[in-house]
């Protein structure tokens, strides 16, 4: 299982000056729904092909709905040398708890 992490959390670390690439790994539909603002689309269907849009150095939060396809992404990316994955607690739909601009579906 992947490492947690909050939205809280997230935000925390960009406050700090981290940079964090958030890797939304839902379908194209769920995307133009709504999205977090920066963040790179790859549905997780696409991943394996995408995967060198990636730097496994990178610190990368992935999402998704609610976290389940996002933990999968997590798991595939850590299988390929990647170190500093999270996988967002409650996904897209937690985020929109502390951000009101994210609509929620």
Not at 16 to 30: F, I, N, Q, S, Y
Not at 42 to 55: D, F, M, N, Q, W
Not at 66 to 86: M, P, T, Y
């Amino acid at each position: 299982m992947s490492r947690l992490i909050t939205p809280v959390q997230v935000l925390e670390l960009q406050k700090a000056g981290h940079t964090v690439t958030m890797l939304d790994v839902r379908e194209k539909w769920e995307f133009s729904l709504t999205s977090l603002p920066g963040a790179l689309h790859i549905p997780l269907g696409e991943l394996p092909g995408r995967v060198s849009e990636l730097k496994s150095t990178d610190e990368i939060v992935a999402y998704c709905h609610h976290g389940v396809r996002s933990e999968k992404a997590c798991l595939f990316l850590k299988s390929h040398g990647f170190k500093n994955v999270r996988n967002l607690a409650g996904g897209i739909a937690a985020w929109a708890e502390v951000d009101s601009t994210i609509k929620t579906y």
